[in-house]
């Protein structure tokens, strides 16, 4: 390789090597607010602020979702393991909205466990598979099937 | 061995006349085989592959989204190495590239986009949300816009090229924040279902459709960039002795 050409090349790698460092270090230092939602966890440390929009995500805990009989009026415990708060929601819910299922919901946090939801949306993870094998799956009690219901 | 082999493909292939005579033998028959793994793996996920036991059938436009995404992303990657190859070398062929990598990119990260959105309404709620991945990937078609605006502004097209080749370089820091905005960060978007190490979560009835999808996808896209590239060296050697031979000669 030639000197100019030796030369261009230092210069043109510094020049990525110097922007991939910035961009890192502010994706970095931004990492919380790129974060599509806060976590149940965080909520409960009190990282959430009170009384602004923001995104709530984690699982829907199984057994929790009450529904009224009149109304769309709805309600669930929103969990991540290490922590969790009640959900309230007016409206209609996505097809994928179940018991166990990772959702984000966009609304007010009205106390560090009473989150108003604006809106659900459902998550869905990286799984996909036929009906049958999920349900053989389910009948072997494979712990993959389990892993049906749990979003990361 | 390897390296020498290599090397000398690089000269080779670096000659706009050597490239001409070579795409003009690869086309006939890799236009047939894209086409065909194409529409083999979109029909067998379209239709025959089973539904999915939660998505059911809404899943199936994975077989358009996850090979145009893909596309688009190993697309920006080919145009990062062109645009360094284009700025320290100056290689002929590599602004050549350049210029006829970055169309068809475009138009595979927009369908992603699209058919993200549209898939997007009835599984998570909405067609959009400025999460990690969609934003990035929103950034990587603008990136490709970008790279097209720069060649088509600048008249000189050696000039062009250095500038095109530089955006190019920089945007490929985008594609890994696209790879990993789902790992790294909280997102709607689901995780990556198909790994490169390790088992993909994905059942082989379905995978399989995937893969052929994808691979067809790609060899239409190098089928387009050697149309594209063949038309540019045309253009560009149109004063050389070879080129005024073919046109006499009436080859297309």
Known sequence: MNAVRKQRLILVVSILVGLAIACGLMFYALRQNINLFFTPQQVMAGEAPLDTQMRVGGLVEEGSVVRDQQTLDVQFVLTDGKGSFTVHYQGILPDLFREGQGIVANGTLISTNRFEAEEVLAKHDETYMPPEVQDALEKAGHPGAKKVNSEQ | ?252
């Open chain 2, 1 to 252: 061995m390897v390296w020498q082999t290599l090397k000398r493909w690089y000269h080779m292939l670096g000659s706009p006349r050597y490239f001409y005579t070579f795409s003009s033998r690869v086309l006939p028959w890799l236009t047939p085989i894209a086409v065909l793994t194409l529409a083999a793996g979109l029909v067998w996920g379209l239709a025959f592959a089973p539904s999915d036991y939660q998505q059911g059938n809404s899943y199936r436009i994975i077989f358009i989204h996850v090979p145009a995404s893909s596309g688009a992303l190993m697309g920006y990657m080919a145009l990062g190495v062109s645009g360094l190859v284009a700025v320290v070398w100056r290689m002929k062929m590599a602004e050549v590239m350049l210029k006829a990598i970055a169309p068809f990119g475009a138009g595979l990260a927009a369908i992603s986009l699209v058919t993200g959105a549209l898939w997007g309404k009835p599984t998570w709620g909405t067609y959009w949300q400025w999460d990690a991945r969609m934003t990035s990937m929103l950034i990587l078609l603008f990136m490709y816009v970008g790279v097209i605006a720069l060649q088509a502004v600048i008249r000189d097209p050696r000039q062009a090229a250095r500038a095109a080749g530089l955006l190019a370089m920089v945007g490929v820091i985008n594609v890994v924040i696209v790879k990993y905005s789902v790992e790294w960060v909280q997102t709607l978007h689901q995780g990556s279902t198909l790994k490169m190490f390790g088992e993909s979560t994905i059942d082989p009835a379905m995978k399989y459709p995937l893969l052929l999808s994808m691979l067809g996808l790609w060899l239409l896209y190098a089928v387009n960039v050697l149309l594209r590239a063949r038309t540019e060296v045309m253009w560009r050697e149109r004063r050389s002795k070879w080129v005024n031979k073919l046109v006499k000669e009436g080859d297309r």
